[in-house]
């Protein structure tokens, strides 16, 4: 039992740049609770979580040669509970994922504590760190339900690793150490599987509790969990869209001797509102959140409008350099980024035949090696097969047809894998972020600023 729980406990490793710009780490535990979940504690990650240059990363099978790293991607928080749901984009070969029990712990139960204590330190192993296993027993549940005592010895590194029963049950969480001056290591507290579910819920996750008895989950409640990390891909696309859009807007308010037509002016500021939620979705620099604040102030004074433009192409330009950081790109988000600014200009007919058929081919490699829908690859070669007879025809209505094709790639939202989609090694080249016994991929996709 203990051997399939250890395959799936994960090694977190949390890095950022502090304000020197040097690159700053720490590390803890956690456990899959669905094929793309995994749980921890946010004073894990707490850290790494407003600062920029974040990269959070966990490895399978630590310890073994069986390990691979790849990085993960926080969707919901508690800071209140002390809980963090991350996620992984595809799933993962031989991992487990681990039953949380429906049913509080009975006082004298065992219970069998998993993490990596002290990290690395202790275990330089270049696989990684082994997986500890600590035995002990339920003291006592207390705060109605939502804590659990355990004599069991633990360990800083252990937080976030999961606390199973005789049965292989998840009945709670490692989070901290207590005791007194004269013992402070007599017992562990443990987040009970119940605060966990209620956390999973509000987080809409569709993980479910496992009967008594069961030692993983029935036909019900196996599930694959939300598409991992979609919220964030879609918030990059659509922020891209929505800072392109803004610019061109607001270029047509430069010219003070016409007037400003109203409605366009509450589009621009409907845009110019979207585009700060995205970018606080995103957790943005602040000083561009409160750039996109400035246009909506510019806009809503309509005094002196035509500044408006100026701010909204600042703000476009310094975006690209957050998120792109030049022409590479390092990740999925970023390359969303990129696209959504494309098919923004794709559907209002701002082509340039010749270097768009570039970037469209660019965004094509990119869709078949993330295992994009077959609706986008579809769209993407239409829109293609439109550019060539552009180029070479000089067809009018080809244009048509883009801007078709290109608000249908609008609907769908996003690039990225299809739900459930097994990881190839094609897969790994785009990313970079699966790695063969902790080396890092080298492969990189080349986006143009758009």
């Given amino acids: 039992?203990?051997?399939?729980?250890?395959?799936?406990?994960?090694?977190?490793?949390?890095?950022?740049?502090d304000s020197d710009a040097a690159i700053q780490d720490s590390w803890?535990?956690?456990?899959?609770?669905s094929e793309h979940e995994i749980l921890t504690n946010h004073h894990v990650v707490a850290e790494a979580l407003s600062r920029p240059g974040t990269r959070i990363t966990i490895r399978t099978h630590s310890g073994t040669r069986h390990t691979q790293r790849y990085e993960v991607y926080v969707e919901a928080v508690s800071e209140a509970d002390d809980l963090a749901l991350l996620t992984v984009r595809k799933p993962l070969a031989g991992v487990q994922h681990l039953s949380l029990g429906a049913e509080e712990p009975a006082k004298n139960s065992v219970v069998l504590g998993f993490g990596f204590p002290m990290g690395n330190i202790f275990d330089p192993n270049p696989n990684g760190p082994g997986v500890a296993v600590r035995r002990g027993y339920v003291s006592r549940v207390t705060h109605d339900g939502a804590t659990i005592e355990a004599d069991m010895n633990i360990d800083h590194g252990m937080s976030g690793g999961p606390a199973a029963n005789g049965e292989?049950?998840?009945?709670?969480?490692v989070s901290s150490m207590g005791g007194s001056s004269d013992n402070p290591t007599a017992f562990?507290?443990?987040?009970?599987?119940?605060?966990i579910m209620q956390f999973l819920q509000t987080a809409g996750s569709e993980v479910m509790a496992a009967k008594p008895g069961d030692t993983k989950p029935t036909a019900g409640t196996q599930v694959t969990g939300?598409?991992?990390?979609?919220?964030k891909l879609?918030?990059?696309?659509?922020l891209g869209m929505a800072l392109r859009l803004g610019t061109l807007i607001t270029s047509l308010f430069e010219d003070r001797s016409r007037a400003v037509d109203p409605a366009l002016v509450q589009t621009a500021k409907r845009n110019a509102g979207n585009a700060v939620a995205y970018l606080?979705?995103?957790?943005?620099?602040?000083?561009?959140?409160?750039k996109g604040e400035k246009i909506k102030q510019v806009l809503e004074a309509g005094e002196d409008i035509s500044q408006a433009a100026k701010v909204s192409a600042d703000l476009e330009k310094q975006c690209d350099e957050w998120a792109l950081s030049g022409e590479v790109v390092d990740s999925l988000e970023r390359l969303n980024y990129a696209f959504g600014a494309w098919v923004q200009e794709m559907s209002l007919g701002l082509i340039d035949a010749a270097k768009d058929r570039e970037t469209c081919r660019m965004f094509q490699t990119g869709a078949e090696l993330q295992k994009a829908p077959e609706a986008v690859l579809s769209l993407l070669t239409d829109i293609q097969k439109a550019l060539v007879a552009i180029h070479?025809?000089?067809?009018v209505t080809s244009k048509d047809v883009i801007a078709k094709k290109a608000e249908a790639l609008i609907s769908i939202g996003f690039l990225g894998p299809t739900a459930g989609a097994a990881a190839t090694t094609a897969d790994k080249t785009i990313r970079g972020d699966a790695t063969e016994q902790g080396r890092p991929g080298t492969n990189r996709i080349k986006v143009p600023v758009p």
């Fill in 392 to 395: 070479e025809q000089r067809s």
């Fill in 1 to 17: 039992m203990a051997e399939k729980l250890e395959s799936g406990v994960v090694f977190i490793h949390v890095e950022w740049k």
């Fill in 168 to 173: 292989g049950l998840v009945v709670g969480m």
């Fill in 28 to 33: 803890g535990s956690g456990f899959f609770v």
């Fill in 188 to 195: 562990a507290f443990l987040i009970s599987a119940k605060t």
């Fill in 234 to 238: 879609r918030s990059f696309f659509s």
């Fill in 280 to 290: 606080r979705e995103l957790e943005a620099p602040a000083g561009l959140i409160s």
């Fill in 226 to 231: 939300p598409r991992p990390g979609e919220r």
